[in-house]
């Protein structure tokens, strides 16, 4: 079972970019880059960032323990993965030295170091059993299918785009904010609500059709995937809810959204039908649909509304990674579905 091993890849990924973003206006101030680690203690600090620095790379020292549980011995596994989180944190560190918006704290580095050794030891405590279980699970609810866990964990990066309130509902390949361009057309009524509509069933069908094709069982997807959706919507509605206003928690809920929703619903139904090559044939199609789409679609007012609440505080990092995942996602989806038609 390789889970542990993609899991562990995606989140040093997710650490390196939310320490180091947004990776512009790097500047050198003349001092040395371990400075830091002489530094007193801050004389502002809560409690709060404290913990976030400790949890943030517990699941880092867990999945990194996991991942390489092959190695002789009870405890090298653990103090590897330790080393791992300790010379990650450390080098993102030594580089906030050359960002305007980053401060490098020891503190955080200690902080960083603990939780890496948390998680790794709660891996060699239980990281067995948890193994067993999630390789029972694999077994029950995943196809037989070649690398079926990097399928699921593109499934769990779509899922992290939900929680974009300024995004398009199930938008993903928007590459111009990342490539600066400006947009084609220009925001009318009419016009957003035909590409808002097509963009939600050209991407309805696809993540549909793609977590089909890694479940096993003919009768139960129908369920899984029921109920993968309505988890896809509560993310959704809870994100716009915390991170924007309580009162804009179904904004996404737009005449486009539900037209289009309830298309995509019928004709993911019917897809569902075909056999497992064609199904991931249409899933290939629709993806590129959907990407040519969601850049043509003009910017909506509320998102551009959305996007200047919600970049304040903490929230501007995670901010960036979800965007940066939303725009990349199709291609990362698409040579996966290619390799695995091939397969089958």
């Known amino acids: 079972m390789r889970l542990p091993l993609y899991l562990a890849l995606a989140y040093l990924v997710l650490i390196g970019y939310a320490s180091l ?6 500047r050198d101030l003349g001092l040395s880059p371990l400075a830091f ?17 400790v949890m943030a790379y517990v699941p ?5 323990a996991l991942t390489l549980r092959r190695l002789p011995g009870r405890w090298p596994a653990a103090l590897a993965a330790l080393c791992i989180g300790a010379l990650l944190s450390f080098t993102v560190e030594c580089l906030q030295n050359w960002l305007p918006t980053r ?4 503190i955080d580095l200690a902080c960083n170091t603990a939780g890496s050794a948390i998680g790794a030891v709660i891996a060699v405590w239980k990281g067995k059993a948890i193994f067993w279980h999630l390789t029972q699970l694999q077994q029950k609810l995943l196809a037989p299918i070649p690398h079926a866990e990097l399928g699921l964990v593109l499934i769990g990066m779509w899922l992290l ?5 300024e995004t398009l509902l199930f938008g993903v390949g928007d590459l111009r904010q990342v490539l600066g361009l400006t947009p084609a057309l220009p925001y009318a009524a009419p016009a957003f609500f035909m590409l808002e509509t097509g963009v939600i069933v050209c991407n309805t069908i696809v993540i549909g059709l ?39 928690a179904l904004a996404w809920l737009t005449p486009g959204a539900r037209l289009g929703l309830l298309i995509g619903g019928v004709l993911l139904s019917l ?12 899933a290939g199609v629709a993806l590129m649909a959907g990407t040519a789409l969601v850049n043509l679609t003009p910017p909506n007012p ?9 970049r304040q505080g903490h929230f501007l990092n995670f901010n960036g990674l979800t965007r940066w995942i939303a725009s990349l996602w199709p291609f990362l989806a698409l040579p996966y579905l290619t390799a695995l038609g091939r397969r089958l």
Do not use: K
Not at 21 to 26: E, K, L, Q, R, V
Not at 223 to 244: D, G, K, N, S
Not at 302 to 310: G, I, K, P, R
């Open 21 to 26: 973003y947004p990776f512009a206006n790097w």
């Open 302 to 310: 509320y998102s551009e509304a959305a996007l200047a609440t919600w």
């Open 103 to 106: 401060v490098p704290s020891n």
């Open 271 to 282: 897809l569902l039908m075909l056999p497992a090559a064609l199904r991931i044939g249409c």
């Open 37 to 53: 680690l002489g530094a007193a203690w801050p004389r502002y600090w809560t409690g709060f960032d404290l913990a976030v620095n």
């Open 161 to 165: 785009t939900q929680l974009s309130p």
């Open 210 to 248: 793609f977590a089909r094709t890694l479940l096993a069982g003919r009768n139960a997807p129908q369920l899984v995937l029921l109920a993968f959706f309505v988890l896809a919507l509560a993310i959704r509605t809870l994100a716009a809810a915390v991170l924007v206003a309580p009162h804009d």
């Open 60 to 64: 880092l020292g867990f999945l990194l």
